[in-house]
């Protein structure tokens, strides 16, 4: 029996690999849980959530069978709640900081939430109304999960909202970036509905500093929200990088959410450079497609990897392996130009560097090759340095600085979301995101009641 | 082994667990099945003039999602031919000839009616009758039922007919839809019963479907109240059995029913004076193997405590059942919060402050965890605290020495009359 068979991968039918895998709550199971909730007074999983969802109210809401109530105080709080559902690291947030903890299991907060907002989904609910329109617009550069959910606030506090999104569709990241049998993306598809339907514009397909300058942003608008995410994958700096078979894992990832799936997968060897989500994302991508081998080239070791620790599971479910204190140094093609194999060194751990992690070091001598049949590159994202040059904001290494409201250097300009997130900062979380995205439409909202009081 | 034979004035059982007058005793099949299960008796459904049952009967309460806390049923007294009965009643007890079986009597309220229903179920042999003065719906409405066990009078006087022709004891089952169920508790000794059961089930309405506006259950957009019983009724029950047998005047056994689901329900039913009992809503919400557990948990509890025989338990806690004016105002619990336990989900702190003594306050201890603590000057020893706190051993109700001697309200009472006695002497 080979390894595909065994992981239940169909060769036949790859859509199938790609459906969501983890089940949702029948109604049985949803309402015996909610019932199990405490109904805490004070409750530690809403102080645990970014976005402070009133989580027991979304649970009794649940119980007493008000699907439309429990839906409304999870988007209230949290516009991309229904990809937060399948996306948070609960354990580490909500779920983690359940009482039931020190008691007898945790409540899955995660999977509730997800049921109630299955059900707005499938049942076409409309959760929210647009405010009065106070006449103030406001652009938002970006319609990933910062930009939704600044754009969704405003429009409810009255503003003329129109997100600029470079992508032929919104939604960012929950749309393109998360695989398919995470999050399918109708479910993203739903959440930009919501927004839209508080008559905020969403101009697809306009790169903002390509198709519309940041002057002419600055000089139409009353506020901007620079919502605008993080780019693709840095090259690796080592030869071979441009070799057909070498890919950029974001795009990869995208092109399953977005392609007809590709079958030239089917049976072969994928190295994944990096050992982040984005690295498994990239990697359990390839098993789905058919691959007969992948493995995660890691530089440091299991200790450093950045990918939570349910996502590295998933991934050896999977049967992806992991090579750490791996550095790849060459990759070798054939004479039509394509991957064959990957060239590595072994490393071992120095001193802590920086950020605290051990620096690796190349083991002298220690050269071997992998053959191999694509390269996924998988090690972080570069930064919208141009964008934010244009707009002339004060930055870091491409990390927008901002004060406590999310506002930038330029006092017209909030920032939030990716293009705000430093190193040692925490985890790049969806909804901390969603909760930028908040502060920074309430930030706005408060200077111009400021400056009308001032007039 | 503890010895778990019961007798309920002089009607012998294997154990105390009989099935109710109900569904599950309506044929010879289903007793023969209960019995083959282990149950200890059965009180047959019950037999009288064959009535017409209409389709849609039951209907029960969920709470929470947990399925049948409650259950509320329309159906009335048997619907088979009394000679289909009488001969499986027979047969039966042949099959099983230590097992109890109860015949379940309804008639019209008239002498010789009883004279007639008794002689035919006695010469097929039961070991005893049970007269339904308690059945609250349908049959009522024919003066039967509980219209006639809401009048004092026609339970003496009916339990009297019954007595006249009986040879075997007579039960005489209570129902709970009266002020004071003690005044047909003594009618009935008064008439002659050798024992009373209680309660029959509570007239209720089930639900209302929100959606259809129709009554739960229907019967075709229209519905009438109905007996309810399961697992709620238990402490309207309890206090019933305890009322009758903390009673000088209602000196006979007491068959203790309503909403007992297993062996510690049994055991608290015995300890307020129930010399056995009877059940039904758990059979019919798991089927008769329930009766299993019942049996070991019962040995087993018997033979943890050393008590020989289930016999000893009956009534053990009526003595500790009084009335208000009984009790020691000096006597002083508080709530003790072990934070090493506690969980914080602070349910403890919202019950007190919104809806009792706001005495539970929320700090932080030197750590800088949250911790809960209860002003205990302030704590009047509710207990509603730790009825709401999910975590065992989390709240401890604590007593504390008192002060004073103990003192009733009635000692009180006593005291404040002498010196009014004395003050009103004095007064020239």
Not at chain 1, 126 to 133: A, C, M, S
Not at chain 1, 430 to 441: E, F, P, R, S
Not at chain 2, 345 to 354: L, Q
Request: include cysteine; proline fraction near 5%; charge should be negative.
């Amino acid at each position: 029996m080979t390894k595909s068979e065994k992981m239940k991968i169909s060769l036949t039918d790859l859509s199938r690999n790609f459906e969501e895998v983890h089940p949702a709550l029948t109604d049985r199971e949803a309402v015996e849980e909610a019932n199990r909730c405490l109904y805490c007074y004070d409750a530690p999983c809403i102080q645990a959530c970014p976005t402070g969802i009133d989580i027991p109210s979304f649970i009794k809401k649940i119980a007493s069978g008000n699907l439309k109530g429990s839906a409304t105080t999870i988007m209230s709080s949290n516009p991309v709640g229904a990809s937060c559902a399948r996306v948070c690291p609960t354990e580490e947030l909500c779920e983690g900081a359940c009482v039931l903890n020190h008691s007898t299991k945790p409540i899955v907060i995660g999977d509730l939430q997800r049921y109630a907002t299955d059900w707005a989904i499938k049942n076409d609910q409309v959760l929210f109304k647009k405010g009065e329109r106070n006449g103030k617009t406001v652009a938002v550069v970006g319609g990933g999960p910062a930009g939704l959910s600044a754009a969704r606030e405003l429009a409810r506090l009255g503003y003329d909202v129109t997100i600029f999104e470079s992508s032929s569709k919104a939604g960012g990241l929950n749309s393109y970036g998360i695989v398919s049998f995470r999050l399918p993306q109708e479910v993203s598809f739903w959440e930009v509905d919501q927004v839209k339907n508080l008559d905020v514009k969403v101009r697809t397909n306009t790169t903002v500093g390509k198709d519309i300058s940041a002057d002419e942003m600055l000089s139409t608008y009353d506020s901007i929200v620079l919502a605008a995410g993080m780019a693709h994958v840095p090259d690796l700096g080592i030869e071979g990088e441009e070799l057909d078979g070498v890919y950029d894992a974001i795009e990869f990832v995208k092109d399953t959410k977005t392609k007809p799936l590709t079958d030239a997968f089917i049976g072969k060897t994928v190295a994944v450079i990096g050992a982040g989500n984005t690295a498994i994302d990239g990697a359990t991508c390839s098993v789905r497609l058919g691959a007969e081998k992948v493995k995660i080239l890691y530089r440091r070791t299991q200790e450093e990897m950045s990918a939570y620790d349910f996502e590295f599971e998933f991934a050896k479910q999977d049967g992806v392996e992991f090579e750490w204190l791996t550095q790849p140094v060459k990759i070798h093609g054939d004479e039509k130009g394509s991957v064959r194999s990957i060239e590595c060194v072994k490393m071992e751990l120095g001193e802590p560097d920086k950020d605290g992690r051990r620096r690796p070091q190349p083991v002298q001598g220690s050269n071997f090759k992998i053959p191999v049949d694509a390269v996924i590159k998988a090690i972080g994202q570069t930064r919208h340095l141009s964008l934010i040059e244009q707009f002339q904001l004060d930055h870091k290494d491409g990390v927008v600085q901002v004060t406590e409201s999310y506002r930038t250097s330029n006092p017209k300009v909030f920032a939030c979301g990716d293009v705000v997130f430093g190193k040692g900062k925490g985890e790049a979380m969806v909804v901390t995101a969603a909760q930028q995205g908040k502060d920074a439409a309430y930030a706005i909202h408060k200077q111009f009641k400021e400056q009308s009081v001032t007039i | 082994m503890a010895d778990l034979r019961s007798n309920l004035a002089g009607i012998q059982s294997p154990n105390p667990f009989w099935l109710a007058s109900a569904p599950p005793t309506n044929s010879g099949y289903q007793v023969q099945r209960a019995f083959e299960a282990g149950w200890g008796g059965a009180v047959w459904k019950t037999l009288g003039d064959p009535i017409l049952n209409v389709s849609s009967r039951f209907a029960a309460v969920s709470f929470n999602g947990q399925r049948v806390a409650g259950f509320n049923n329309i159906e009335l007294i048997t619907d088979r031919p009394l000679e289909v009965n009488l001969k499986e009643i027979y047969e039966t007890k042949k099959m099983y000839p230590d097992h109890a079986i109860i015949a379940s009597l309804m008639v019209e309220p008239k002498q010789e009616k009883w004279h007639e229903i008794v002689k035919r179920v006695e010469e097929v042999g039961v070991d005893g009758l049970e007269l339904n003065f308690g059945c609250p719906h349908g049959m009522a409405e024919r003066g039967m039922g509980s219209a006639s066990g809401q009048v004092p009078e026609l339970v003496e006087k009916q339990t009297f007919w019954a007595k006249e022709a009986a040879e075997t004891p007579v039960i005489v089952k209570l129902t709970p839809n009266i002020t004071d169920i003690t005044a047909t508790a003594e009618a009935a000794v008064r008439g002659g019963a050798d024992a009373v059961s209680m309660i029959n089930t509570i007239n209720s309405l089930a639900g209302v479907d929100i959606d259809t506006w129709n009554t739960i259950p229907h019967v075709g957009g229209k519905g009438a109240h109905g007996g309810y019983c399961g697992p709620a009724v238990k402490p309207i029950a309890l206090n019933m059995v305890g009322e009758c047998a903390r009673s000088p005047r209602i000196n006979v056994p007491i068959s203790g029913i309503g909403g007992i689901s297993n062996w510690q329900n049994a055991v608290e039913f015995m300890l307020m004076g129930a010399s056995n009992v009877q059940i039904c809503t758990a059979a019919m919400h798991h089927g008769f193997r329930i009766v299993e557990d019942m049996i070991d948990g019962l040995n087993n509890y018997l033979d943890e405590k050393e008590i020989p025989s289930v016999q000893e338990l009956v009534g053990k806690s009526v003595p500790k059942y009084s009335d208000w004016g009984n009790l020691d105002l000096n006597y002083k619990i508080v709530a003790r919060i072990n934070n090493d336990v506690c969980i914080n989900c602070n349910k403890c702190h919202i019950a007190c402050e919104d809806t009792s003594h706001q005495c539970i306050d929320m700090l932080k201890d030197g750590q800088g965890n949250p911790i809960l603590k209860v002003r205990e000057e302030d704590c009047v020893g509710c207990n509603l605290c730790s009825i709401v706190c999910p975590v065992e051993g989390a709240i401890d109700m604590v007593e504390l020495e008192s002060e004073h001697p103990p003192m009733t309200w009635n000692d009180r009472q006593a005291v404040l009359g002498l010196v009014q006695e004395k003050k009103g002497n004095l007064t020239p």
